[in-house]
């Protein structure tokens, strides 16, 4: 025991010499070696005799078999067992996980050795495996590991504060016989509740509820996957005699999973010229399907890049005579918008979009700007905006901006619409496209240019040897508070 005294002054001594908060580590190591002193009294000399019969425990740390040992009681029957079990595993060649980990722990040092002194610096306790694995995972990014780590402590100061605020409704779930192991949970599902008792206590009745019923369900899948599973084991069982035919239908190009090349094969009735067509015609059908795929792909990179950008009001095209607006689009772009859509007043969303237009163009001066809805009823026009109503001529808006679109020229025509399978259509047709969000944009621009909120984002990226900063401006526009001014709707 005064060896491992010794020990711990000389660290002491070794700290002192780099300026380190010496009294509270001396604290500290004080307090463990009064842990485990008792142990050290009680199971020394037992200690010391087994680490003579096994030279393999030599490596562990005396702290810990002193705990191994009290856990067992002092059992030493029990404590002799688990040791020879141990040697066993040592004898039988078995990797020394500790000296493997160790091993890997001081790989990882080496080659972070820079990043690690950088974390020092900035107060983390870098002997933490912790640590160390989240450099490695990583690649040594320490701005990473750094944000990680604010983010775990902001989180646990918030739970710290949550806890202290619903510490009385803690002590009454307590009290009412709600039981669960994980504190957290419940000061989560607190904060949800905004502290209310009886919600909390019907939301842990739903997570268990739904616990089982997912218990269940997986049990079942799992029965009916094996059942399956051994029926197609059956019936795809190939035998040495299949090989011969296995061979034929590889030289007639029939090629890939043995299996599946099988169960082919015997639905066309072992009939080799069959199955050769039906896997043809199968080759085919993968390989225009896999055509159409990758048309779909070039065809949505090109109306992504067929969308105007608009980062100020003064990037709107030049010379541009008629601007229709996809009115069904529109209406779930803005919150309030939504919310008038969802509790059925969509007719209040319709008059907002228009007056919002309204007003935007009086600033634009566009000859013809046009409103079209699937089906509304409010056909008046406000001010200089023209409402329409695809049916009950058109079944939807697209139909009608497609005609639109086919009957005149569309070289200084604007529509704004996300809708993806209209947009090739009007690509085609030589239109502009905008998407509602950048005009909605564009009207706050013109409008009220004080609900535009500039926000810098800073992004740090470091390297073994250097780190850059990047500045990024991001662009934000309180659209519900320019539906609440100029449509006077209430949030």
Known sequence: MASNQED???????????????????????????????????????????QQEYPTIQSVKRSRLLRMIHRFGGDVERIRKNLQKHQE???????????????????????????????????????NPCVQQQLEKYHGDTN???????????????ITQ????????????????????????????????NGEIDVVKQLLTERKEQKDQIMSSTTNTVEEYDEKLSSSKKHLEINIDDIDQLRQLRNAGVHGNPMKIFALFHECNQSIERTVVRYKQAQEQREKESEKRTQQRITLAEIHNAYLTLNNQNDWPNNIQKVYLDGNNMMFVIDSLRRLCLNQSSKEAERAIAEIAAAWNKQMLIPHVELIFDFTQQLEPIDSIKVSSARPTYK?????????????????????????????HLTRQGCQLLKPYQWFAHCAMLLTPDLIMHENKIDMTSTTTTTTTITKNKIRYDLNELARRIAKIDL
């Open 144 to 158: 990473k590991i750094l944000e990680k780590i604010k983010h775990r402590e902001e989180k646990k100061d918030h």
């Open 396 to 424: 939807t808006t697209d139909e009608m901006l497609i005609d639109i679109a086919q009957r005149s020229q569309n070289y200084h025509t604007i529509v704004v619409t996300s809708d993806r399978g209209l947009s090739i």
């Open 8 to 50: 711990y002054f000389e660290q002491l001594e070794s700290l002192q010499e780099h300026s380190q908060d010496v009294d509270k580590i001396f604290d500290c190591v004080q307090l463990s070696m009064e842990k485990s002193d008792p142990l050290e009294v009680r199971y020394g000399t037992l200690l010391t005799t087994l």
């Open 162 to 193: 949550l806890d202290a605020r619903y510490s009385s409704q803690l002590a009454q779930l307590e009290s009412d016989g709600v039981k669960t192991k994980n504190k957290r949970l419940l000061i989560e599902l607190l904060e949800k509740a």
């Open 89 to 127: 595993k040592q004898n039988a060649g078995k990797p020394d996980l500790n000296a493997a980990r160790h091993q890997h722990q001081e790989e990882i040092k080496a080659k972070y050795a820079s990043q690690l002194v950088e974390l020092k610096a900035a107060g983390i306790n870098t002997n």
